[in-house]
């Protein structure tokens, strides 16, 4: 199956501060997905991008598919962003278990006031 | 519209108990899967179901079963639960046929003692 790496592990951030989340993937897929997990445990669609560039107010992501690799930029982070992010690579839908989603051990987020 | 919906969102059950957790999408997607998220990990695939009758195993199968006997039910059964399935357990929901994001319900808690 793909293996996902995510990196860095931990990240720690003043608010106002910018980040980079990176995930890289082992073979091609068909689809991926970038999630918050909040405090709460709560897991929520941040984006699903298969390649190409997308942007959601201060967080954007940028996959590149030929070179298996995804990254989630944070812009002028909040305290409200600390939690967990995961990506989640989707395997090609022809292939076994359906193109199933295959998360990473996630980056933990934390940011100070 | 209510998405992936499970219930119940925390459950205690002692070792040998049984129990089922319930999954409900009203968005007529025919994949339905379940996961399972232990500490600092991320999510990993458990069971998975491509349509009504059909049913398939993930990574760690071991101690569940499953069934699909209509669209939009997917529930997960613990014959005997034991201290090693104390986890957080989510359920999703996508289109089988349309490469598109994967819809995860709020989790339940699941502690075994």
């Keep these: ?10 990240l720690i951030l003043q608010e106002g501060a910018n980040s980079t989340l990176r995930c ?23 984006f699903y991008i298969p390649s190409g560039t997308k942007q959601n107010g201060r967080l954007s992501a940028t996959t590149v598919a030929t070179e298996r690799y995804s990254l989630l930029y ?3 982070s909040q305290t409200t962003d600390s939690g967990v992010y995961f990506c989640a690579p989707q395997g090609n839908a022809g292939g076994t278990s359906y193109g199933k989603l295959t998360f990473g051990q996630g980056t933990i987020l934390t940011v100070h006031p | 519209n209510a998405g992936v919906t499970q219930t119940p969102k925390f459950q205690v059950l002692k ?4 129990m089922t957790l319930q999954c ?11 996961y399972r998220q232990d500490p600092g990990m991320g999510l990993r695939l ?4 491509v349509g009504a009758g059909i049913t398939d195993q993930g990574e760690v199968p071991n101690g569940y ?13 613990l014959l005997s639960a ?8 989510f359920c999703a929901s996508r289109p089988l046929y349309r490469v598109t994001e994967a819809f995860f319900g709020q989790g339940t808690r699941l502690t075994v003692v």
């Design chain 2, 15 to 18: 070792t040998g108990q049984s």
């Design chain 1, 74 to 76: 944070i812009s002028s």
């Design chain 2, 24 to 34: 409900a999408q009203d968005m007529n997607h025919e994949y339905m899967s379940w």
């Design chain 2, 82 to 89: 034991a201290p090693s399935q104390t986890s957080v357990y």
């Design chain 2, 65 to 77: 079963n499953v069934s699909r006997s209509t669209t939009e039910d997917f529930p997960l059964r």
């Design chain 1, 24 to 46: 890289n993937f082992s073979d091609s897929v068909n689809n991926l997905q970038w999630f918050h997990q909040n405090p709460w445990g709560q897991l929520i669609n941040l």
């Design chain 2, 46 to 49: 458990i069971h998975y179901s």
């Design chain 1, 1 to 10: 199956g793909i293996q996902v790496e995510q990196s860095p592990p931990d």
